[in-house]
């Protein structure tokens, strides 16, 4: 990228935020604070209002303006990508507020460009896996939830536990949301379990933000999920099946944390890398007259024992 390029580049990265780091420019464009610090002034020099506080960072006197900027091809490209993604893997509000959107984009786009995208429309598409059961896209979940915690205001749902096949009622304190193996989560400080709890956004049924602001911290998403990766120890599971049994595990091997497969004969040996060897064993049932389990020896003896409960019960 050459230099006038990045001054736009960093003007308009500027007015994407209210306060700006030095080190958030170094990071994004791979140059030195030096650099940074040179082309700021380069921007100041001429003419554009740039305000800088000591360790704070920089940011855009209010009521400046950057005038209309085209966008590449390449970045309209992008936002047709995350229009199909945002259509498929969000709530209806949600895709129809990014639809809305990108019809401004499209507006601000020069003709070739407009083209492009018409051409390429048809060929870009998402899907989702077949296990995964729609939620209810009526919900507005995703704008709701992120409103509330922008306002820091509690909000009340209806859940159905799947583990324990019951609705409840909780009063939460959301901290973020995240999307794992086709379904968005969404991490809150449950007032009923006093504790942070991971709710699938499919299986609630009903949510309302309240007015009642909350007053606790919590961490970011990102801080939270670092911490529970690092609480979440690991096993190797390593096991085989037999090479036209493997489709009958469809999606759901990727759920249990497998890691990769290799053919050998006419089997195919599977390493998983799996935080429950309880729900990996009770998966593991399902098509275990047909695999064997390696290792650990561990699994191989709550397999044992999990049949040995079943066999008491016929």
């Known amino acids: 990228m050459n230099r006038i390029d990045r001054l736009t580049a960093i003007l308009i990265q500027l007015q994407s935020r209210r306060i700006v780091k030095a080190q958030e420019i170094a990071d994004r464009f791979d140059i030195s604070l030096r650099t940074v610090y040179r082309d700021v002034k380069a921007l ?139 379904y968005w989560h969404l991490v809150a400080w449950c007032r009923l379990r006093q504790d942070y709890r991971d709710f699938r956004m499919d299986r609630i049924k009903s949510l309302t933000m309240t007015e009642e602001i909350f007053r606790q911290q919590h961490p970011s998403i990102r801080t939270y999920l670092k911490q529970w990766d690092k609480g979440c120890e690991l096993t190797e599971v390593v096991m085989s099946v037999e090479k036209k049994y493997v489709g009958y595990l469809g999606d759901q091997k990727y759920y249990y944390g497998l890691l990769h497969e290799k053919e050998e004969g006419d089997r195919i040996i599977m390493t998983f890398m799996t935080n429950s060897l309880e729900g990996f064993c009770r998966w593991f049932v399902m098509i275990g007259d047909r695999a064997a389990i390696h290792k650990p020896a561990e699994l191989k003896t709550r397999i044992k024992e999990f049949v040995s409960s079943i066999a008491a019960t016929l």
Do not use: C, W
């Open 44 to 182: 100041e020099e001429s003419g554009i209002p740039v305000i800088g506080e000591a360790g704070m960072g920089y940011s855009i006197m209010d009521g400046y303006r950057l005038p209309p900027v085209m966008f590449t091809r390449e970045e309209a490209m992008a936002f047709l990508t995350a229009e199909k993604l945002v259509e498929k893997l969000t709530d209806r509000n949600n895709s129809a507020n990014y639809q809305s959107a990108m019809f401004k984009i499209r507006a601000v786009l020069r003709t070739s460009e407009k083209d492009f995208l018409e051409t390429i429309d048809d060929h870009i598409e998402v899907l989702q896996a077949r296990h995964v059961q729609a939620g209810n896209s009526d919900l507005n979940l995703h704008q709701t939830i992120l409103r509330s915690i922008a306002e820091k205001k509690v909000v009340h749902i209806r859940y159905f536990s799947l583990y324990k096949q019951e609705q409840s009622e909780r009063s939460i304190e959301p901290v973020g949301i995240f999307f794992l193996n086709n």
